[in-house]
């Protein structure tokens, strides 16, 4: 069974940047797509990033694009999302999810972390 693991979120003023990571086990790395999504208080889940297994093909919210940069580590097993110019509208709990490709909807995704706490001050 798949098991994801974020790390990497925290504290951070408006403009600046966070990486986050996701460790990825008990799964072929390579025949799932990895996504990234966010929860804010009161809001539904969102998703914000995608990369796909092989292809390596990435996808964005209108949100992020131009600010956040999703890449992978085969090697590793590891996902990770760069983000820059963080915004306070950004701020959020943010999960990695596998699944057999990139999807919209966050109910095709068969494994989630547990998330990590993004939070931009302005």
């Known amino acids: 069974e798949g098991q994801l693991a974020e790390s990497g979120g925290g504290l951070v003023q408006a403009g600046g940047s966070l990486r986050l990571s996701c460790a990825v086990s008990?799964?072929?790395?390579?025949?799932?797509?990895i996504g990234w999504f966010r929860q804010a208080p009161g809001k539904e889940r969102e998703g914000v990033s995608c990369i796909s297994d092989i292809s390596g093909n990435t996808h964005y919210a209108d949100s992020v694009k131009g600010r956040f940069i999703i890449s992978n580590d085969n090697a590793k097993n590891m996902v990770y999302l760069q983000m820059n110019n963080l915004k306070p509208e950004d701020t959020a709990v943010y999960y990695c999810?596998?699944?057999?490709?990139?999807?919209?909807?966050?109910?095709?995704?068969?494994?989630w972390g547990q998330g990590t706490q993004v939070t931009v001050s302005s």
């Open positions: 999810a596998a699944a057999r490709g990139c999807f919209y909807s966050d109910a095709d995704y068969d494994y």
């Open positions: 008990g799964i072929t790395f390579d025949d799932y797509a």
